[in-house]
Structure formats: structure tokens, C-alpha cells
């Protein structure tokens, strides 16, 4: 996804955050690990006031039938749960104490 992805007209002033819009999980890792601390948690404000409303506008549509506004929206909740780590606990993108450990992912949840 790119940073000009679509969002239902509810969620317009999410619009600042769409190049979290991302795909897979190894890009929103990515995404996580080249932000800055006030880049995730300016997303991290916008997106968890919001998030219960988010996900009742997303279950209101069969998964397999998500319009490309809604499946943007809800590709922006998956990277809130990959910056809420590191803005609620650790203060840093990476995990601390973890060096240059990092995590493959073998196959993606269905979207």
C-alpha cells in the first residue's frame, strides 16, 4: 500500500497515517523499526481512541468482501498492534536487549 490509500469517509483524519496501510507483517515491522518514538506515537494517538469504532466499521463487512477502504483501515489496525509495543512498554522500536535478533514469518493470516 502506499501512503495514498483510501480510507472509508469516516476516518478521513486518519489520513496522515496511510502509509501504515502496509500489506504484510514484515512491512509493518519495518515500517516500525525505521520510525522515530514521535512518529509512532503521534500514529499510536490518532488510531486508539478510535480503534473499538475501526473494528466495528470493519466487522460490518464479510472478510472476504472488504471494500479496499475498509481493508485499508483495517491493515491500519494490524501496524497499531505493531507500535503499540514499542509505545506503550519499551520506548523504542526494537525490542530491548534483543541485539540483532529479528522474527521471520513463514506465512501471513488471511486478509
Not at 501504515?20 to 503521534?42: I, N, V
Not at 466499521?57 to 483501515?73: G, K, V
Not at 514499542?86 to 522474527?103: C, K, M, N, Y
Request: overall charge negative.
Amino acid at each position: 500500500m502506499s501512503y495514498t490509500a483510501a480510507l472509508p469517509a469516516d476516518f478521513a483524519d486518519l489520513a496522515p497515517f496511510a502509509d501504515w496501510a502496509l500489506d504484510t507483517w514484515r512491512e509493518r515491522y519495518e515500517k516500525r523499526l525505521a520510525s522515530s518514538m514521535d512518529e509512532m506515537q503521534a500514529f499510536y494517538d490518532a488510531m486508539m481512541p478510535r480503534l473499538t469504532e475501526i473494528l466495528e466499521h470493519c466487522d460490518s463487512f464479510d472478510l472476504d468482501n472488504l471494500p479496499d477502504d475498509a481493508r485499508n483501515l483495517l491493515l491500519l489496525a494490524f501496524s497499531l498492534c505493531e507500535a503499540s509495543f514499542p509505545v506503550e512498554a519499551w520506548r523504542q522500536p526494537r525490542v530491548p536487549d534483543s541485539g540483532s535478533a529479528d522474527l521471520e514469518m513463514v506465512r501471513e493470516p488471511p486478509l
